[in-house]
Structure formats: structure tokens, C-alpha cells
């Protein structure tokens, strides 16, 4: 989807601060959360990349205003309505009932986890098909449009770039984060010029991304 | 569209986690103490600290060096590290011709075995979103300047493989042990938006 997410190439964004001294969770309520949404994905049924999915979702506000574990703890919250674990609201009703306010908390909703197969753990899997390509083919991404999720970047749809390397075969994360099937694939990592994404003017660079069977094709 | 920008009303994200824990806590889905020990997993067992042993290794031992880079999974597994995030890690080397660096554009995957969890910085929308279209500018900013001959290569983590940076190890080291050599060896330089300096 066209999201807040898709940050490859955006501009406005400032720049970088190193902070030496960052600790691994810098408030108690990061590591909270960090571990909460870990475990969401079992607890709501679904998997990593429906839990990536469930990030993209979030409304922009909510995916920047709280930052990274911000977006974790609202996640968690996301994929545990969608499966019926809580019902909607339930958070926010008993946040404000820990603050000292007296709100009605809503009842329990029934379960609705997703139903589908899955192939193992882990995302890797063995797949007997001949990969399509080989290091050192010239290859385009294709001009893929989805509402739902991806992991190709938009930055480099249409753009040619050359197989560098096959890397292990991995289910499709596009299927899987719908629970529509994992249809394990080939991925490949593949370069492109600074020049071909960005134009000419571009900063001298080559960028090399991981990429499924299907967002490629021979150009 | 909710108005998502109307604060006076919003509940801080520390309250709704603790709401989130209260309620699956009294659900029997979660119990804190096991909350409490992937939280200490995290902050204790993972880290940069494995990143630096496995280049350190690799710096001192050339047979390591050689499968390190062939199966960077395999290798690192060697010296314990695995895990979450860590399916398939791919070791890239950095050399006079060549740094590499990585960036996660749609998340921020990131190779959690060697380097733990990621810094704020690598999730920053600056970085996510620079890295890939302005590198020297931006490594520039981060305090690391490259010469113009030297190839930038960008490493976009955008399906299960994780990628660490082998550094080049600084000049003056020679008579280093390895465990001296892996305190000298820093997150941002496996990430690669810094080199290792001798001290």
C-alpha cells in the first residue's frame, strides 16, 4: 500500500542524531510494548506479516506521533480487535479507568482468528521451482499497485536494475499478511543505479534490494 | 477522517501499554513475569557485542573471514548468535572501494542476533527515508565522509535477509588480541554509518 511507511526517497524528514548514550528501551512503556506486540502475533492468530501490515494501517498520525514502540503498542492493539482477543475499545476504556475515570468497559467479543495454512516456522522455504533469473539479468520491477501490503518499495517500481543475487526462497509476504497463503517464491537481491531511481543528478551510489520472483520481471 | 491531531484528549502510550497489559494479564494470554523476561533477553543477551565478536573473529581468523562471508548464518551460529530477525544474516564486507550500508525503508529490519534492537536513529523517517536517495549527504551529517572514488553501496532490508557490515579493520591493531579488537568495534560501524577507529 502507499503508505507513511513507504519512506525510501521522501523528503522533509531533517536530519539524523546519534544519541552514544541510548539505552535499549528508553522509557518502561517501550519495552512493554516492544514484548506485547512480539507476542500479538500468536495471541491474534496471524504473523509477521500481517503484524507489518497492521503497522502500515495505523493512520499516519498514529504511526509517527509515538514513535517506533508507539506503533508497536497500537499494532498489538490493531491485530488483537481484528481477531476478536479484545473488543474495540477495550484499551482506551481501561486506560481511563487506571487514570481514575469511571467508563463502562465494553464486553467481551467472540473470537475471530484468521483460518490458513501455514508452511512452518520462520518465513524461509524450500521450493522446488527453477528460479527465473540468474545473477547478471537485467530485470525491471514491475509497476505493482496494491492496497494491500507489499514488500516492494515504491521508489523503485518501473525501474531496471541487475540480479545480484538468489538469495533463499521465502513465503509471499503480499498473500501471507491476508492469510490467503504463503506461495513461497525466489527473491533475489537486486542493484540499481542512484542515477536510474533518482535521476541524473543523483548522489553517486548503488542500491541493492531484496525482491520476490513476482515484483520482478525480464526486461 | 478521526481527527488524530486533537491531543487534549489522547491517552499516552505508556497508560494504553499498561492497559494492553492489564487485559490480557487477567485474560491468562500474557503473564508479566514472562513480559519481563523477553524485556531482559533483549536488553541483556542481544547486542552489538555479538556483532563485534564475529568481526573481531573474522578480522583474526581468515578461515572464518572466507565462511563468514559465504554463509554469514551459518557462521555467526557458530559463536552462538541466532534468533528472531536472524533467518538468513548476510555478512558484507566494506574495503577501500567499497562501503556498504544498510537502511530498512518500509520497517526497520534489522539483524537482531548481532546487533540487538535497532538504535533510534536507524528508525528515524530521516534515515529510512535518506538513506537510500542522499547517502554521502547523509553519512556526511552522521560525521562519516567518503572520498568520491569510493562506491556507496545501500542494502534496503526489504525481505527476510539481514545484512551486517564488516568494518576494515583500522590501521595499528596489529599486536591487538581479538578481544581487544572486538571492544573497538561499534554498532554504527556494522551498520555502516561509521568506520572502527584504533582509539
Same mark, same amino acid.
Request: aromatic letters at 8%; charged letters at 30%; zero cysteines.
Given at each position: 500500500m502507499d503508505g507513511i511507511h513507504d519512506m525510501g526517497g521522501m523528503h522533509g524528514w531533517g536530519t539524523v542524531a546519534i544519541d552514544p548514550d541510548e539505552p535499549v528501551f528508553r522509557e518502561r512503556w517501550h519495552g512493554r510494548a516492544f514484548a506485547m506486540g512480539a507476542m500479538s502475533m500468536g495471541l491474534s492468530g496471524t504473523n509477521l506479516d500481517a503484524f507489518r501490515h497492521g503497522l502500515e494501517r495505523l493512520h499516519p498520525y498514529e $504511526?509517527? *506521533?509515538?514513535g517506533y514502540y508507539g506503533r508497536w503498542l497500537a499494532c498489538a492493539e490493531t491485530l488483537l480487535v481484528d481477531s476478536g482477543v479484545l473488543a474495540p /475499545?477495550?484499551?482506551? *476504556?481501561? *486506560?481511563?479507568?487506571?487514570? /481514575?475515570?469511571?467508563v463502562t468497559e465494553p464486553a467481551d467479543v467472540e473470537e475471530n482468528k484468521?483460518? $490458513?495454512e501455514r508452511g512452518g516456522a520462520g518465513s524461509l522455504r524450500e521450493i522446488d521451482?527453477?528460479?527465473a533469473f540468474s545473477p547478471g539479468d537485467r530485470v525491471r520491477a514491475k509497476d505493482m499497485r496494491t492496497g494491500g501490503h507489499t514488500?516492494?518499495? /515504491? $521508489?523503485i517500481r518501473g525501474h531496471t536494475g541487475t540480479v545480484q543475487a538468489l538469495r533463499p526462497a521465502a513465503l509471499l509476504p503480499d498473500t501471507n499478511a491476508h492469510f490467503q497463503g504463503e506461495n513461497p517464491q525466489h527473491v533475489y537481491t537486486v542493484e540499481f543505479d542512484s542515477a536510474e531511481l533518482w535521476g541524473q543528478d543523483a548522489?553517486?551510489?548503488t542500491l541493492r534490494i531484496d525482491l520476490f520472483e513476482s515484483y520482478l520481471e525480464a526486461t | 477522517m478521526a481527527d488524530h491531531s486533537n491531543t487534549t484528549d489522547r491517552l499516552s502510550p505508556a497508560v494504553r501499554a499498561e492497559a494492553l497489559e492489564s487485559l490480557l494479564t487477567?485474560?491468562?494470554?500474557?503473564?508479566?513475569?514472562?513480559?519481563? +523476561?523477553?524485556?531482559?533477553r533483549m536488553v541483556n543477551d542481544v547486542g552489538p557485542m555479538n556483532g563485534a565478536k564475529v568481526v573481531a573473529k573474522a578480522w583474526t581468523d581468515p578461515d572464518y573471514r572466507a565462511q563468514l562471508l559465504?554463509? /554469514?548464518? +551459518?557462521a555467526i551460529k557458530e559463536l552462538g548468535f541466532a534468533g528472531p530477525q536472524g533467518e538468513h544474516i548476510v555478512v558484507v564486507e566494506n574495503s577501500d572501494d567499497v562501503h556498504n550500508v544498510v537502511v530498512c525503508t518500509l520497517c526497520s529490519c534489522y539483524p537482531w542476533p548481532v546487533l540487538g534492537l535497532p538504535p533510534e536513529w536507524y528508525k528515524d523517517p530521516a534515515y529510512r527515508s535518506r538513506m537510500v536517495r542522499e547517502p554521502r549527504t547523509l553519512l556526511s551529517e552522521m560525521g562519516l565522509d567518503l572520498d568520491d572514488d569510493v562506491e556507496v553501496r545501500v542494502w534496503d532490508s526489504s525481505a527476510e535477509n539481514r545484512y551486517l557490515v564488516l568494518p576494515q579493520r583500522p590501521d595499528g591493531t596489529a599486536d591487538l588480541s581479538e578481544e581487544d579488537l572486538a571492544a573497538l568495534v561499534t554498532r554504527d560501524a556494522m551498520v555502516g554509518v561509521a568506520k572502527v577507529s584504533a582509539g
Open positions: $504511526y509517527l *506521533a509515538d /475499545g477495550a484499551v482506551e *476504556a481501561r *486506560a481511563r479507568n487506571l487514570m /481514575g475515570e469511571q484468521p483460518s $490458513y521451482d527453477e528460479p514488500r516492494m518499495p /515504491g $521508489y548522489e553517486a551510489a | 487477567e485474560r491468562g494470554l500474557v503473564k508479566s513475569e514472562v513480559l519481563d +523476561g523477553f524485556i531482559n559465504a554463509d /554469514g548464518t +551459518g
